[in-house]
DNA sequence: CAAACATATGAATAAGTGTTCAAATGTTCA
DNA sequence: TGAACATTTGAACACTTATTCATATGTTTG
């Protein structure tokens, strides 16, 4: 049919086939917004920074603050968020809060990624 | 020394072995910027969506906006952002400007993400 | 060239986010 | 129990960010 070869959006409502495909192929909506809610988590620095600190070892908000020159609140907040995203854990040892990976994607996570930005 | 095994942040000034090992590890801090800045671009399910998207095919924006059930205008915003993360390129046929993945680390990292999501 | 179509762009707006500061909570130990 | 320390929490603030609307740019075709 040479009608589908008329490049044309708005004649054909749009090329009706491409956009079966992907719709049919699109995963459900909710695993594409926690899909995006990982990757937001993953979005700023200083998560990052605490992240590549458990790789090293398990560590107390207090060095953590000290390691990343950051106020321990700011650091607090942040675990807080790594932590809802079920990516670390906190275990109490004394008066002080010990946090460790919860998680080893996250390592898988992050050399993804660093594949892409090393190049 | 028995110094060391009393946990206590303040005297001994942070656990100085503790914090040096991870200063040392840590990557440079444009490293880490850069990392935070590609999760950054993954962190918004339009943009995942755009992306599973080009999964299947290379396709235009008014094709991409019909399957997202979004504005044109919003979509090509959208790929602004990917197309300057060197996700994506986008190539022009006729009026059309048909968009591509440019990179196939994209589906590394979304698998990884999924991974995560998934269980 | 002018009309029609496809895409891109800029300004405006509303919603979200990270850090700071102050104060609260939880834990140890004298 | 009370003082000292470690961490958490909430409110406030400045800063981003995604979408919308209007308009501009680029392309084809009559």
């Known amino acids: 049919m040479a009608l589908t070869d008329v490049e044309n959006c ?3 409502e749009v090329h009706e ?3 079966r495909r992907v719709t049919e192929k699109m995963p459900d909506e909710d ?3 926690d899909l995006a809610e990982v990757f937001k988590v993953f979005g700023d620095s200083t998560r990052i920074k605490i992240l590549f ?3 090293e070892e398990d ?4 060095d953590l603050a000290e390691s990343l020159g950051m106020t ?5 907040h942040q675990l807080r968020i790594l932590k809802q995203a079920r990516l670390v854990g906190g275990r109490r040892e004394g008066k002080q809060v010990i946090y460790y990976l919860m998680d080893e994607h996250v390592r898988t996570i992050i050399a993804s990624g660093l594949e892409h930005v090393l190049e």
Chains 1, 2 share one sequence.
């Open 53 to 55: 600190a458990l790789f």
């Open 17 to 19: 086939d491409n956009v």
């Open 72 to 76: 321990q609140s700011a650091v607090s």
């Open 59 to 62: 560590i107390c908000v207090c």
């Open 31 to 33: 695993v594409l917004y």
């Open 10 to 12: 708005e004649i054909h």
